[in-house]
């Protein structure tokens, strides 16, 4: 598929407007047409839109969606269904004209309804994440020139030369760029470049190693457009960020673990990346100044590496994650990645993991769990891994988006935090007075 249409934007842009505005002529214009039936055309696209509203709600009630349903999800809904029960009135009536009208507002009606339910989530931007697929241009490693100097006070002694990108770049790791996935089929990762790492003589910057979440892939344009703006702020420094894959599918859960099923994941996320960004990119080498991070089913995942693997990870961003991974499957994830050893699952949840570490195991380590006031499926998770750092040692900082949900509000909510929030401990900004 053409790489300009995968990565249109669908959420930002008035394509969700265009598309309404047309269902609502379509539906204008079906209704009015000559010989009208008024009365009847209305009540039963009222009648379609009220129960695709009642069966919306069963069906979260029933965690079809694993979780609430986000403000407007289901409204859109309605109004999608409402505009295409006209729509086929149209299409079942004559003259041959409202045929036609009626069969665009169905096909409009249905665009605009996924469009508008996909923005009410507010996660995946574009069809490329929405497919799971990778649609950016393949990228080119700027040479390894990083200047010298401590990084704990970048901050202080960089300064931008002239001529510095307004901007980071964002570019899929493929082809001869490609991170080595070894025993796991990972799909491209993707690298964001912060405008201080695209000139000559950049300084060497923390490292930032983020995942999505499920269903979902490897796409960078929430946590992008996070660091730009930090950069924005800050003389165009930002951490270097690959967003990597730890599903290889968008229905797939691997559970953060090394599995007969899935393939070695936890593999390929703390030893094969890590691997390849020192080789490749211009990073501080000293791990105090790396980060594990994620959303959601990522969030799970970030919890879990940053607990298990401190001298890999210095810093933890857990953004709306599980509580731990396979919390919304257990007995699957305990059947398909485990084969049936609930002992191992168990000792795999985050809490497990650092309650069991030795004492002064996360000293120097800081872990930021973020997630919205109206999450009441991730919410209590996230505060109770929050305690569980909070005790096992780590430096603790917990914010929530006021009246989010599981949403794209709440992560780029969280991320505006998080990112200066974790700034200070790498090198980015001075330390909070």
């Known amino acids: 598929m053409n790489r300009f249409v995968l990565s249109f934007e669908l959420i930002d842009s008035p394509v969700l407007i265009v598309l309404a505005v047309i269902t609502g002529l379509g539906v204008i214009a079906v209704t009015a047409w000559a010989p009208r039936r008024v009365v009847r055309t209305l009540v039963i696209g009222t009648a379609a839109g009220v129960a695709m509203y009642i069966a919306a709600h069963i069906l979260e009630a029933m965690d079809l969606f694993q979780g609430p349903l986000p403000a407007g999800g289901a409204t859109?809904?309605?109004?999608?269904?409402?505009?295409?029960?006209?729509?086929?009135?149209?299409?079942?009536?004559?003259?041959?004209?409202?045929?036609?009208?009626?069969?665009?507002?169905?096909?409009t009606a249905l665009l605009a309804g996924a469009v508008g339910v996909n923005a009410s989530y507010g996660v995946t931007h574009n069809l490329a994440a929405i497919l799971?697929?990778?649609a950016l241009d393949p990228a080119t490693l700027p040479p390894?020139?990083?200047?010298?100097?401590?990084?704990?006070?970048?901050?202080?002694?960089?300064?931008?030369?002239?001529?510095?990108?307004?901007?980071?770049?964002?570019?899929?790791?493929?082809?001869?760029?490609?991170?080595p996935t070894g025993q796991y089929a990972a799909r491209d990762a993707s690298l964001y470049l912060p405008p201080a790492a695209q000139v000559e003589n950049p300084p060497?910057?923390?490292l930032l190693v983020f995942m999505m979440g499920q269903p979902g892939s490897p796409d960078p344009t929430a946590l992008a457009k996070a660091l730009d703006a930090f950069a924005g702020a800050h003389e165009g420094l930002a951490p270097i960020a690959i967003v990597v894959d730890q599903l290889t599918a968008p229905e797939l859960d691997p559970a953060c673990v090394d599995s007969a099923k899935f393939g070695a994941v936890s593999t390929y996320i703390n030893d094969l990346v890590p691997q390849w960004a020192e080789a490749n990119l211009n990073i501080v080498t000293d791990h105090r100044f790396w980060t594990i991070g994620g959303f959601s089913n990522g969030g799970s995942c970030a919890a879990t590496y940053g607990a298990k693997y401190p001298d890999t990870w210095g810093q933890v961003l857990d953004v709306m994650g599980n509580e731990f991974p396979g919390s919304e499957h257990v007995s699957q994830t305990v059947s398909d990645v485990y084969d049936g050893d609930a002992g191992a699952f168990q000792a795999g949840k985050p809490a497990v993991i650092m309650a069991a570490a030795p004492a002064g195991t996360y000293s120097g380590h800081t872990a930021v769990f973020t997630w919205g006031s109206a999450d009441t499926t991730f919410g209590p998770g996230q505060q109770a891994n929050a305690?569980?750092?909070?005790?096992?040692?780590?430096?603790?900082?917990t914010y929530v988006v006021p009246g989010a949900g599981h949403t794209g509000e709440a992560l780029d909510g969280s991320l505006a935090y998080a990112i200066p929030a974790l700034a200070p401990v790498l090198g980015l900004a001075a330390p909070p007075s």
């Open 387 to 397: 305690d569980a750092a909070t005790a096992a040692g780590f430096n603790v900082l």
């Open 144 to 179: 390894q020139d990083a200047s010298a100097g401590d990084p704990a006070t970048l901050y202080r002694s960089w300064e931008p030369p002239a001529g510095m990108p307004a901007k980071g770049s964002v570019s899929a790791l493929t082809g001869s760029t490609r991170i």
């Open 76 to 107: 859109w809904a309605a109004m999608a269904v409402a505009a295409v029960a006209v729509g086929i009135v149209g299409i079942c009536r004559r003259p041959w004209g409202r045929r036609v009208v009626g069969a665009l507002t169905v096909v």
């Open 204 to 206: 060497a910057l923390p």
């Open 132 to 134: 799971g697929v990778q």
